[in-house]
């Protein structure tokens, strides 16, 4: 099974917002509403932002979305602030009843 | 709420088995009929699903591993554990232990993780 794709990196300016792509296959972003996305700052663990594609848990800033079409899903995080400086992974349910995650996106706030 | 505690040897040498077991406290594996799972880290890299399993014995595992790996679980401690054999230097990762709730409970995502344990393969 393949990583999804995922841009390396993404930058913006506080209160700016910005959108991290992941690119899948017909095998799990093209099966599954089953899409999560998690933020993992240095030596943490990580932590679920979304899932089922656009939920998020209870906690979480509404400053976070998360959409979907095809075989793309988008995570969307509007009004930057310099905490949300982090990794991010999307992962996906996949037919061969695996998780498959991309290879993550380094969000810079500058 | 749910706490995940990995434990194990920080160093395993080449071909050999890695193992590490998580302890569960806050939620019953039992009970909660939740799928626990490993995943891993590799230093400076993305993460990796491992397996999962539920306290029936049921497991899932990453195709690429399929062959080294092995889930199991002890209800009596509340606990399931990692075998991963033949180990080599691209096994060096943190290993995380984590609760995800496929199948039964519809929530498809891994919401409680445990803090992670480096694992170095190395002679």
């Known amino acids: 099974q393949s990583a999804l794709t995922q841009p390396a990196s993404v930058s913006g300016s506080p209160g700016q917002s910005i959108t991290i792509s992941c690119t899948g296959t017909n095998s799990d972003l093209g099966s599954y509403d089953y899409v999560s996305w998690y933020q993992q700052h240095p030596g943490k663990a990580p932590k679920v932002m979304i899932y089922?594609?656009?939920k998020r848990p209870s906690g979480v800033s509404n400053r976070f979305s998360g959409s979907k079409s095809a075989n793309t899903a988008s995570l969307t995080i509007s009004g930057l602030q310099a905490e949300d400086e982090a990794d991010y992974y999307c992962s996906s349910y996949s037919t061969s009843s695996s998780w498959v995650f991309g290879g993550g996106t380094k969000l810079t706030v500058l | 709420q749910p706490q995940l505690q990995e434990a194990g040897p920080r160093l395993v040498k080449p071909s050999e088995t890695l193992s590490l077991t998580c302890t569960v406290s806050g939620d019953s594996i039992i009970t909660s009929n939740h799928y626990w799972g490993w995943l891993r880290q590799p230093p400076g890299k993305g993460l990796e699903w491992i397996g999962s399993?539920?306290?029936?014995?049921?497991?899932f595992y990453n195709p690429s591993l399929k062959g080294r790996v092995s889930i199991s679980v002890d209800t009596s401690k509340n606990q399931f554990s990692l075998k991963l054999s033949s180990v080599t230097a691209a096994d060096t990762a943190v290993y995380y232990c984590?609760?995800?709730?496929?199948?039964?409970?519809?929530?498809?995502?891994?919401?409680?993780w445990g803090q992670g344990s480096l694992v170095t393969v190395s002679s």
């Open positions: 399993i539920i306290y029936a014995g049921t497991t």
């Open positions: 984590a609760r995800e709730g496929r199948i039964v409970v519809l929530k498809y995502f891994f919401d409680y």
């Open positions: 089922d594609v656009s």
